[in-house]
C-alpha cells in the first residue's frame, strides 16, 4: 500500500482497534501506549513500536491521540517527550479522547504556539463499533487542518460530521451526545418506573417504544437493558458516565448556560455511586428512578 | 364491504381520517360528533349521522370513542344518551383518546357495572399519521374484549401493542411516551443551547445526532424544530402538552413514582405559557434552555 | 361577657381550642361538628349544639370555619343546611381552613352572589399555639369585613397581617408559608447528609445554624428533628404535607408560576409516601437526601 | 495588652477589621497583604508590616489567614516564603477563609508534615460584622491546636462553635451554612413571585414571614431585599455566591452526597450570570423565579 505514517497515541478498548483499521488500511503506523504490553499485537501486524508520544511523531507529520482523559492527554502533549514537543512545524494532532471543553482550547492553543494544527475529532461508539470501523466522528479544527485529517478519519468510522473551526466544538458535541444519552436513560428510567407502579411491564413499554417513536440505537439498547435492570457488566462504567457528566457540567458553566436536567443526572450518577453501583453500566442510573418509588 | 356496523364518536383532528379509514376499510359507521359540521364529510362518503353517543351504538356492538380529554369522554360515556346507556350488555367501548389513568379506571369500572366491556387504545401519532394508517396503537384491556378490537385496531395503524388486561395500562403507557418525547425536547434543548453558547451550529448537532444515535422520528423531526426554533404552526400545542404533563404527573402520584424529570418539564412548559407560548408547538418549552441562558 | 353570638364550625384538633377561646373571651357560640362528640367540651363549656352549618348561622351574623380540606369546607358551605343558606344577607363568613387558592375564589363568589361576605383567615401554628393564642392569622377580604373580622381574630392568636381586598390571597400566603417551611427542612436534610458523610455531627450543624443564622422557630424546632431523624408522632403528618405542596402547586399552576423547588418538595414527599412514611411528621422528608445518599 | 505576637495574612473586606479587633485586644500584630497599601491603617495602629506570608510567622508562632480563595490560600502557605516554610515546627495556622473541604484537607496535611499545626476557623458574618465582633466562627482540628485558637477567636466574634478533631469538617459546615442561605433565597424567590401572580404585595408576605415563622436574620435582611428586588449594592456578590456553592457541590461529589438543592441554586446563579447579574449581589439569585414566571 505504502501510505504516510502517522502516530498513534493510546492502545486502550478503542485506541487499539482503531489503530488496527488504519494497519489494515494501509498507513504505516508508529505506536505508543503507556504500558507497552498492549502495543504487542498491533506490533505483530506490522506497526513499529515508539518510545515516548513524541517518538511517535515525523516532524510536520500526523499524529493520532485516543487516552483515557484529560489528564492522560495533557500527559501525552506536554513535556520534553510529548508531542508538542515531537511535531515540529506544520504538524498535525488529530485529538479523539472524550476530554473536557477548557482541556481542548488549551492544547489547541499549546500546539499553535509552537506552529501546529490540532483538530478535535471525538467519537461516539463502543470498542465494537471501533473495529467494525462504525465510529461518528465529530470534527472540529481549522479547515486545512479538517481537509488533512478527513480521509484518515474516514477510514476509521462511518461518517464524520465538521463542526467548525474551532477544535474545541467537537467536544462541545461530544459531550452533548452523552447527554443526551444519559437523559434518555433517566427518562425511560421513570417512564418504565411508572408502567411498573400502575402493573404494566416494563419491557412491553421499552419494546412499545423502541419499535415506533424511539426505534433508534440509544433506546433500543440502553431501553432493553433498564426495562430488565441489567447493568452488568458495563459497556461504560458508571463513574466514567459522571466524568462525562462533570465534563458537560464545566462547559455548561464557562458558558453560563443552566442545564438543570444534566442536574439531575449528576445527582442520579452520585447517588448510584453511593449505593455501589461504580462498576456497573452507567444505563445503572435509572435505577434511581426505582428506588426514589421504594421499589428494591 | 359489508362488515359489522360500528359507532365512532369525535370527529376532530385525528377522528374525522380514522373513521374515514374505517369506512374505507368497508365497515359500516355510525356517527357522532358533538357540533355537526364536522361529520359531513363523513356522511358523504357512507357514514350514518347519530344524534347523541347512545344513538351511534348497537346493543351488544362497538363504539370507538376519540375526543380531546377526560372531561369530553366523561360526558360522551355518561348520562341517559351517553355510551353506557346505548351500549347494552356485551357492547364493546374501545376508548382512544388521550386521557388520564385514573379516569380509565373510572369508566372502564362504570361500563364493568352495566355489563359491557371497555378496552383503553390510545395512539401515538399526528393526524397525517392517522390519514396515512400510520397509528401505533397501545391496548390494554379484558383478553376477549382485546380480541375483539384488534381487527379494527389494525385497520387504523400500523401496529397494536398489548399490553395486558387492565385498560388503564394503556394510557399510562401513552402518556409515557409522551413524557419520553418531552423529555427528549428538553435535553437537545439544553443541548442545542450549550452548543450555541460555544459557537457551534444548532442544526449541525442536531443533524449529526439525528443520523447516528438518535436516528428516530422523535429526534429527527422535533430536533430540527427545536434545532431552528420553529414552533409554528403547532403540531400539538404546549397548552395540550401541559395536560399531558400534567395526566403524567398525576399518574405518578396516585401511584407514589416520584418523576423529577416530569416535574422538570412542567415548570418547562408553565413557564412556555407565562412568556405567552400557549399557541406554539409544545416542542417550544425546549426555548426555556435558552432563556435561562440569557439569548433572546 | 355579654358580646356578640358567632357560629363555629369545625372542632378538630385546631378548631376546638380556638372556639375554646372565643368562648374564653367572652362571645357566645354555636359550633357544629360533623361528629357530634368533639363538641361535647365545648357545650360544657357554655357553647350551644348547632344541628347543621347552617343552624351554626344567624342571619347576617359571623360564621368562622376550621375544617380538614377544601371538601370539607364546599360541603360545609354548599347545600341546603349549609352556610350560604344559612347566612343571610350581611353575613360574615371567616374561612380559617387551609384550602386551596381556587376554591376560596369559588367560595368567595358563592357567598357573594347571596349578598354575604367572606374573608379567609388561614392561620400559622399547631394545635398547642392555638390553645395559646399564639396563631398568627393571615387576613384577606373586602375592607369592612375584614373590619368586622379583626376583633375576632384577635382573640386567637398573637397578630393579624393584612393582605388585601380579596380574600383568596390569604391562601396563597398560608400556602407560600407552609412551602417556605418545606423548603427549609429540604435544604436541611441535604446539609445535615452533607455533613454526615464527612463525619460531622448532624446535631452540632443544627444547634449552631438555629443559634445564628437561622435562630427561628422552623429552623429551631425542625432542625433538631432533622438531625435526630426523630420524626415520631407527627406533628403534621406527611400525607397532609403532600396536600399542601399539592396545592402550593395548583396555585402555581393556575398564575403560570413556574416553582422547581416546589417540584422537588413534591418528589421527596411522594418518595417518602412510597417508602412508608405516611404516618410520620411531614419533617420526614427530609430522610430522602440521606436515602440518596445511600445512608439507611 | 502585652498579648503574644500573631501573623495575619489578609486585609481585605474581612481581615482588616479582624486584625483591628485583636490589635484593639492587645495582641501584637504582624501583618502581610498581597498589596501593602491596605496594610497601612493597621501599621498606623500599631501593626507590625510583614515582607512574606513567612515574614509574619514567628517559630512556633500562630498565624491567622483571611483570604479571598482556595488559590489565594495555597500561595499564602506553599513556597519558599509560605506559611509552611515560616511556621517552625509547632506552629499553629488558624485558618479563616471560605475555602473547598478537599482543598482544607491538603493544607492540614501540609503544615502536619512539617510538625506544625491547622484548624479551620471559617466564619459567617460580612465585614460590619466582623468590625462589631459579631462574627459566628465554626472550629474544627485537632483538641489542642482548637485550645490554642479558642481565646484568640473568641476575640474576634461572638461565639465560638466546636464541629470535631477534622479541620477540613469547619468548612463543610461554613459551606453547608452559605448553601442553606441560597436555599433560603431561591424559596423566597418562587414563594413571592406566587404570590405577586395572585396580586399579592411581595414586601407583606416578607414582613409576615420574617416576624413569625422566620424571625430571623436571614430571612429579615434577605427576605426584604428579594421583596423588593433591591439587589444593588452587592454585601456578597453573586459570582462569590457561585464559587460558594461550586465548593458545596464539589464537596457533596467527594462525599457521594446528591443535593439537588444545590443544583438547583447552581442553576439560577448560573442563569443570573448569564443575565448580566455578575456585580449584584447574590440574593439576585431570587430574580430567576419572577423571570421565568415571565414577569421582567
Redesign the interface.
Known sequence: VGRNSIGFIGLGGMGEPMAANLLSAGFALRVYNRTTAKAVPLVEQGAELAESPADACEPGGVVISMVADDRALQDVVRGPSGLVAGLGRGGLHISMSTIG?ETARQLADEHARAGQHYVGAPV?GRPDAARAKQL?V?L?GPPEARQRALPILRDLGR?V????D?A??AN??K???N???A??M???G??????E?????RA??A???A?????????EGYGKAIAARSHEPAGFRLDLGLKDV?L?QE???A??????????L???L??A????DCEKDWSALAL??R????LD
Request: proline share 4%; with cysteine.
Open positions: 471543553v461516539f461518528a465529530c472540529a461518517g460530521w465538521e463542526l467548525g474551532e474545541h466544538a462541545v458535541v459531550l452533548s451526545g447527554f443526551l444519552i437523559a434518555a433517566e427518562a425511560m421513570e417512564a418504565f418506573t411508572l408502567a407502579k400502575h402493573g404494566v411491564d412491553a413499554v419494546s412499545l417504544m419499535e415506533t417513536l424511539f426505534a433508534c440505537p440509544v433506546y462533570t458537560v462547559a455548561a458553566k458558558s453560563l448556560t443552566p442545564m438543570p436536567l444534566a442536574g439531575l449528576r445527582e442520579r452520585l447517588s455511586l453511593a449505593h455501589g434511581g428512578a428506588r426514589d418509588a421504594g
